[in-house]
Nanobody, 122 residues
Framework: QVQVVESGGGLVQTGGSLRLSCSVS????????MGWFRQAPGKEREGVSF????????YYADSVKGRFTISRDNAKNTLYLQMNSLKPEDTGMYYC???????????????WGQGTQVTVSS
């Protein structure tokens, strides 16, 4: 059974930082691209960042470029999202996803976590 478990969310002030983690079990981690989606109340879900199985290729939404960094540790089956210079518009539920490749994962992830809440106060 595949399990995708996010952690690291919380409440932070504008300009602060958080690091999200995503622990995965039940699949061969380095066979999968990984990534993060987010969704704020009343807004559409947004693909935030994605990383290839090797970590050599990454994608960032324009809204987070230069502030967020995605990384993975294949030895630990763990994905990370370092979020710096946080803004109130970064508030939302952040979901970790696994997918077949860097293109497919952005439209059709294979697995989803339950999400971790990030709230940025102004």
């Amino acid at each position: 059974q595949v399990q995708v478990v996010e952690s690291g969310g919380g409440l932070v002030q504008t300009g602060g930082s958080l690091r999200l983690s995503c622990s995965v079990s039940g699949l061969t981690f380095d066979d999968y691209a990984m990534g993060w989606f987010r969704q704020a109340p009343g807004k559409e879900r947004e693909g935030v960042s994605f990383i290839s199985w090797s970590g050599r290729s990454t994608y960032y939404a324009d809204s987070v470029k230069g502030r967020f960094t995605i990384s993975r540790d294949n030895a630990k089956n763990t994905l990370y999202l370092q979020m710096n210079s946080l803004k109130p518009e970064d508030t939302g539920m952040y979901y970790c996803v696994a997918g077949l490749d860097l293109t497919t994962i952005q439209d059709l992830p294979s697995y989803w976590g339950q999400g971790t809440q990030v709230t940025v106060s102004s």
